[in-house]
């Protein structure tokens, strides 16, 4: 099979592999879309010491069981493994587990490949009307909607009547932005500094305002109630400090390191929360696969598809910011 590994910093090379054998309760995915994350992206500048070269990348799958019982049917793929005994498991946070493992980290090669082996009870199944390429947005939108369900349970009430602001216009951003328009938000506003990825949500998305960094405060009249860095830099760190409400809520998504940025006189003067906010549970997966299907995530147009062959290309247009869009999506079968 095909398979795009991690060789080490910068680099990435399209190999054949052999096709992998499921282990004990685990099936054998034809994998027929992947995102590209923000977290592939780390790995491939060698900042991300999970990911150690060389290794198969992608965690964003979506595509068919080949084999079994079940040989055929469509899914979508939770790459969160976790063990389902523990305290954090048995109490429904199991994206807390103590031994989670997730695909494209070892021990669990990614599925940037044809083929790509997986827990059974890690797939959800999806509608024969369901896009794969949309299929295969499950995992960025569950990162976004645990997000958006952190920020609301924090600020004790519902994200309705809410005045939102969203740092960064990937598609953790973009998500969050979704999940918040689906829950009623009074106002949105996304900040994001390339101009032409604005364009793109801006045409794909109208519901949502895109602002450039210098605009963020005349976008929402100076402050907000509940903040979401998908970016987590010391700027934009700084920037959810300048415009967060007394009483309000930011939610750190970005996985940048440092802690620069942050106004800890502020955060304790004026009591706002801050909080991190790491993948998703089982249900909340769930939940976005079912707001997927019935297209209360929006139309979803505004991915960039590529195939497998072109990965290493795509990879490099990212890092070199020409790709507009908020999310690429390779196709591998």
């Not at 969203?166 to 900040?191: D, E, W």
């Not at 939610?251 to 800890?264: A, C, K, N, S």
């Not at 707001?291 to 505004?302: R, T």
Request: charged share 20%; with cysteine.
């Amino acid at each position: 099979m095909r398979a795009l590994v991690y060789t080490g910093p910068h680099s990435l090379a399209l190999q054949e592999r052999p096709v992998p054998a499921p282990g004990p309760g685990e099936v054998l995915v034809r994998v027929e879309a992947v995102g590209i994350c923000g977290s592939d992206m780390h790995a491939y500048h060698g900042h991300d010491t999970r990911r150690p070269p060389p290794l198969v990348l992608g965690h964003e799958a979506a595509g068919r069981i080949a084999g079994g019982r079940r040989d055929g049917e469509r899914v979508t793929v939770n790459p969160l493994v976790t063990c389902g005994t523990c305290a954090a498991c048995e109490s429904g946070r199991s994206h807390l587990c103590k031994d989670r493992q997730i695909l494209s980290m070892p021990p669990r090669p990614g599925a940037f490949a044809e083929f790509v082996c997986v827990p059974e009870g890690n797939l959800v199944r999806i509608p024969d009307d369901l896009p794969v390429a949309k299929a295969a947005l499950a995992e960025p939108m569950a990162v976004s909607y645990h997000a958006v369900n952190q920020g609301a349970r924090l600020l004790g009430r519902p994200v309705t009547g809410a005045d939102c602001l969203i740092f960064g216009g990937g598609a953790i951003g973009l998500g969050a932005a979704l999940v918040l328009a689906m829950q009623g938000a009074r106002r949105l506003c996304l900040v994001e500094p390339n101009a032409a990825r604005r364009t793109v949500i801006a045409r794909s998305v109208p519901r949502i305002r895109c602002a450039a960094p210098e605009d963020a405060e005349m976008a929402l009249d100076a402050v907000a109630d509940l903040i979401l860095d998908a970016v987590g830099s010391a700027s934009t760190r700084k920037a959810a400090s300048r415009l967060i409400r007394p009483g309000g809520v930011i939610v750190h998504i970005g996985l940048l390191p440092g802690m620069e940025g942050l106004d800890i006189r502020k955060i304790t003067l004026q009591e706002v929360v801050v909080s991190g906010s790491y993948c998703y549970t089982a249900q909340e997966f769930r939940d976005v696969v079912a707001a997927l299907a019935s297209g209360q995530l929006g139309h979803l147009d505004w991915p960039e598809e590529r195939d497998l062959s072109g990965a290493v290309e795509a990879f490099a247009d990212i890092d070199a910011n020409r790709v507009g869009a908020p999310k690429v999506i390779l196709h591998c079968n």
